[in-house]
């Protein structure tokens, strides 16, 4: 601003122009005019702002407090104990057969069952990855078809009783307690029982244990497509919830603990389309990110993992043809690369890891019909040799290492002659690795194909579910290595085709979805042996 000439005005050195008090530039030639005018003194005129504080004036401090002091009584509560861990029966009840010490048992997967059946599993393979004894490894069972089981619910088990002496009287008329005795808990019985509801329908898919003991339960086909979502489940809460989806939907894939905690999803198919694409999971960020892919498509195939963490894939169908390649996953250069190949394409066979690290691959779809035939991997040299062939031809069968070092191959289903569908098998070979050969392993209560086969903590092995040619079932039966017998056990709750399955830290066997002849379901059971 500038203000009139006289009192209350400021004179520019330079031009000698009068401009008003506060005026910091001459506004005629831009002169700087002197400093900024200070107050009156006195009282404050408006605008001036506030005076200056008093010498004796000290701000307030701003308070400061303090938790006010502990009672000397006070004792702060106990932190929280959680309740022991759930501690199944011990195994092998009395007389009955044990598993030898250290040994850990595979964790196997249902088999899609394809070509040539009105019925054949979509699965490609249910893993469950645990560390074997050493020269063990781990085996992987595949499976193809239409559709599966549907949703079981169970009861829970009894619950333990406590049993306490009563008081006995002393002389001096005051009574004293004896010695509570210990709690006995009540055994719970053989059979299976109601556990949570997945997030979504599927059949199909994965369920791998992680080393946190959770479940990762992933892809499957459900709703008339493949899935992307996947899920956790909680042994110790029974419930499954949400985590991150897969960077793929897929079904039928295979999946595998690594041994840095990752879990390998890799293959399988979405919808019609086969996939060669793979993936790993991050258990810390619940993310799944890519990885090396396949060679090539593979539908169906036969995997297994061995002890050192590497996972060798077999066979599989590329769309045109039945594939006799494999190749090997190394999870430390995150690649898959090239093996020794078959003497024959199989889609659909069964592959397991034996005692001495070879591995068993038998049976299949050559293309044309099912086949007998079985070769031994050597992972040493890289290649496969021709082995004794089994008593039936056979593709979707489940194979089950059993504690003796012996190989239980079950089920599956073979087309007859003149025949242009597959049938479901009842009979069971087993193969003995000390002289390559098969020899029978009896008869099944049921036919099954798309089935649970899971060896058991007591050595028994457990089958159930599948299909029998004309209805998804829902029986199961126990195979005891010990008689080489069949017996018929509890039944699921529900009929399951095709469903996810997988044996938990804790002995109990987890079973989920399937196809139940008419819907995919979300239920899940646990089987307690």
Partial sequence: MSGNPGEGSI????????????????????????????????????????????????????????????????????????????????????????????????????????????KVPILAGIVVVAALAAGGGYVYLSGNGTKGSPAPSMIAGGSPTHATA???????????????AKPTPTPVPAGFYASGNMTV???????????????????????SASTAIAELFNPKTGEFTATGSMTHARDSQLAFLLPDGHVLVAGGVDGSTGLVSAELYDPTTGTFTATGSLSAVRKYPAAVQFADGRVLVIGGYSGTKNLASAEIYDPTTGKFTATGSMSTGREGPSATVLSDGRVLVAGGWSGTTQVATAEIYDPQTEKFTVTGSMAHPRDYASATLLPDGRVLVAGGQATASG??????????????????????????????????????????VLLAGGWNGKDDVATAELYDPATGKFTATVAMAAARFDPGWVLLADGRVLIGGGYDGSVDSTTSELYQP
Avoid: W
């Fill in 419 to 460: 025949a242009t569908e597959a049938t479901p098998l009842d009979s069971a070979e087993i193969y003995n690795p000390t002289n390559g050969k098969f020899t029978t392993g009896g008869t099944m209560v049921n036919e099954r194909v798309g089935h649970v086969a899971q060896l058991l903590g007591n050595g028994q």
């Fill in 201 to 223: 329908a599927r059949e199909a898919f994965t369920a791998t244990v992680l080393a946190n003991g959770q479940v990762l339960v992933a892809g499957g086909y459900g709703d």
């Fill in 11 to 118: 004179t520019c050195p330079n031009c000698g122009t009068q401009s008003g008090i506060g005026t910091r530039f001459c506004r005629t030639c831009g002169q700087t005019l002197g400093a900024p005018p200070q107050p009156p003194a006195g009282p404050l005129a408006p605008g001036y702002g506030s005076p200056p504080a008093p010498p004796s004036y000290q701000p307030p401090q701003a308070p400061i407090y303090s938790a006010p002091p502990v009672p000397p009584s006070y004792q702060p509560p106990q932190a929280y104990q959680p309740p022991p861990a759930y501690q199944p029966p011990t195994y092998p009840p009395a007389g009955g057969y044990g598993a030898p010490p250290g040994y850990a048992p595979p964790a196997y997967a249902a088999a899609p069952a394809p070509k040539g059946g009105s």
């Fill in 166 to 180: 009563a008081p006995t009287a002393k002389s001096s008329a005051t009574a004293s307690p004896t010695a509570v």
